[in-house]
């Protein structure tokens, strides 16, 4: 079955930067985009951008270009997401998650457990 | 961005009741090939959302008929029949028509 395991919850002091993984499981990871999406405390769920791990390719949000960079290592099936520059308005439960057919996703069917990141000094 | 408008903000319904709520989209969600990416995710107390209805009105696997999608163009309904304790949560559309992808900020639904 397919699963998506997050890493764990991050504490960042403002300024620096921050790399959360999930690794897929269950299916083949090169053959589906990874999505990710952010979920500020009490609020709803905006949408980060994906990656197509079969060829790297990835779009984005323009609200996030330059806070977020999607990569992803084939041989672990793993995607990752770096945030950068970290302010107060980064904390939040960030969440990877993919479609449920090949090529474009119009929907998240599979979803990662989230991972929290908290931006404190 | 397309905005997603949902309403109620939040409801409280009796075990057994019926609910709707409503999600408008400030643009046609009709894709250009055809489609309507519209999408209903329920997140539970501490969970991840889980995907309810694609498409308008397509379960996803395993979910229960208690709850049925319709609508077309910028107007959409969930209906959840025979409410039981675990529907509990906070309910979500989503659109999948354009880029970014964005959802509407959500229903809190109660249980009496």
């Known amino acids: ?121 | 961005d397309v905005v997603m408008t949902q309403t109620p903000v939040s409801l409280s319904v009796s075990l057994g009741g019926q609910v709707s709520i409503s999600c408008r989209s400030s643009q046609s969600l009709v894709h250009n090939n055809g489609n309507t990416y519209l999408s209903w995710y329920l997140q539970k107390p501490g969970q991840s959302p889980q995907l309810l209805i694609y498409k308008v009105s397509n379960r996803f696997s395993g979910i229960s008929d208690r709850f049925s999608g319709s609508g077309s163009g910028t107007d959409f309904t969930l209906k959840i029949s025979r409410v039981e304790p675990d529907d509990l949560g906070v309910y979500y559309c989503g659109q999948g028509t354009q880029y970014p992808l964005t959802f509407g900020s959500g229903t809190k639904l109660e249980i009496k």
């Open chain 1, 1 to 121: 079955q397919v699963q998506l395991q997050q890493s764990g919850a991050e504490l960042v002091k403002p300024g620096s930067s921050v790399k959360i993984s999930c690794k897929a499981s269950g299916y083949t990871f090169t053959s589906y985009d990874m999505h990710w999406i952010k979920q500020q405390p009490g609020n709803g769920l905006e949408w980060i951008g994906w990656i197509y791990p079969g060829n790297g390719n990835t779009k984005y949000n323009q609200k996030f270009n330059g806070k977020a960079t999607l990569t992803a290592d084939k041989s672990s099936s793993t995607a990752y997401m770096q945030l950068s520059s970290l302010t107060s308005e980064d904390s939040a439960v960030y969440f990877c998650a993919r479609g449920s057919t090949m090529g474009i996703t119009h929907w998240f069917a599979y979803w990662g457990q989230g991972t929290l990141v908290t931006v404190s000094s």
